[in-house]
């Protein structure tokens, strides 16, 4: 085999760039090699233990970036909405920044004469959400439409572009969604999601199915790829830690208006996006998960990875 060909990983400390850079590395036969993009390399000390080679850049700064990308055949571009601002931020909201640095990527994949990007970005949530309140810059759910938006920064710069959207992720029950024993003594599943599937995944899935869609060429340039491992009800997720945890759990739904008002930070966004879940279940739920599984042949249905993240489960305090 030539030379391997270099992707430039963004957020390959966190979730889905940790992924990424991970799938790349788990594969002996990839054509590929990640350089993992960090902004501190102090916290980097995992990936440099693997012999992963690590840069520092920041997504605020375009010229860090094309130094990130240069020589590289392509880059996974990842923004973190939720990152807090900092006392001397310039932006006048985090929708702004990151909108600012997704250009900043796009800008400095395109001068570095990038072959393939894939850009995780979601889908713009406000056709479905026409009474929704208004959350910071007027989006219904920024973190969202605002990347939706910041797709056209990618197009406009002439970048060979495929727009993955990332499935809410399986983690979340350990950490957001986690199961909680009610006074009763039972164990409940209390989720803002009503009866609809929720395009759900685990992050190992989101890195694996990047993975091959690099290996795929230029063939997807262009497509948005929906990731996901499984769709999954409240009933769904419940059941399969119940079968985790050997023991029963139930499932609550709860309003997203009563999120709302619920005084957590963001609330007023988290909860349109549930909402949002739930409204637009018919068309997010249209997913090829044979295509899917021809990309990532090791997607994991809900169950199968419930069961196999038993531990992590028991440890919940519960
Ligand atoms: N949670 C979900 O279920 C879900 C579902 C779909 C989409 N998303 C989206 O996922 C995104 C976050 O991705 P994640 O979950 O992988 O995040 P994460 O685990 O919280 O990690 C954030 C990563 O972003 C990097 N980062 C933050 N600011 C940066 C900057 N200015 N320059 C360079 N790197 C920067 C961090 O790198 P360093 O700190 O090492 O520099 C870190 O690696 C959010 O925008 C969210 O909307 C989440």
């Known amino acids: 085999m030539g030379e391997k060909r270099v992707i430039t990983v963004l957020g390959a400390t966190g979730s889905q760039g940790g992924s990424v850079v991970r799938a790349i590395a788990a594969d002996p036969t990839s054509g590929f090699v990640a350089r993992a993009v960090t902004r501190n390399k102090g916290k980097a000390e995992e990936l440099l233990a693997l012999g992963i080679e690590v840069v520092e850049a920041d997504l605020d700064d375009e010229a860090s970036l094309r130094r990130a990308f240069d020589g590289a055949h392509g880059a996974f571009v990842v923004t973190n909405w939720w990152e807090p601002p900092t006392a001397d931020s310039v932006w006048t909201s985090r929708t702004e920044r990151e909108q600012g640095q997704a250009g900043n990527a796009a800008r400095a994949a395109a001068a570095t004469g990038l072959r393939h990007v894939i850009w995780s970005t ?105 990731i996901a491992s499984d769709l999954c009800a409240g009933e769904d997720f419940a059941a399969g830690i119940a079968e985790a945890l050997g023991e029963p759990v139930r499932y609550v739904p709860v309003d997203p208006a009563a999120l709302a008002h619920s005084g957590m930070p963001d609330a007023g966004e988290v909860a349109n996006m549930f909402q949002y879940f739930i409204n637009a279940e018919k068309d997010l739920t249209q997913i090829d998960f044979d295509w899917l599984r021809d990309l990532n042949p090791g997607l994991q249905p809900f169950g199968t990875w419930a069961s196999a993240n038993r531990d992590r489960f028991r440890a919940l305090s519960l």
């Open 122 to 226: 979601l889908a713009d949530t406000r056709p479905y959400l026409p009474d929704a309140p208004r959350q910071e810059a007027g989006y219904t759910v920024p973190h969202a439409d605002g990347k939706a938006e910041a797709n056209a920064f990618f197009l406009d710069a002439g970048v060979p572009t495929t727009f993955v959207t990332a499935p809410m992720y399986y983690e979340s029950l350990f950490t957001f969604n986690a199961p909680r024993r009610a006074e009763d003594g039972t164990i409940v599943l209390a989720m803002p999601i009503g009866s609809a599937q929720v395009v759900s995944g685990t992050v190992d899935d989101i890195g694996r199915t990047v993975h091959a869609i690099f290996g795929r060429g230029d063939t997807l340039v262009g497509r948005t790829v929906p």
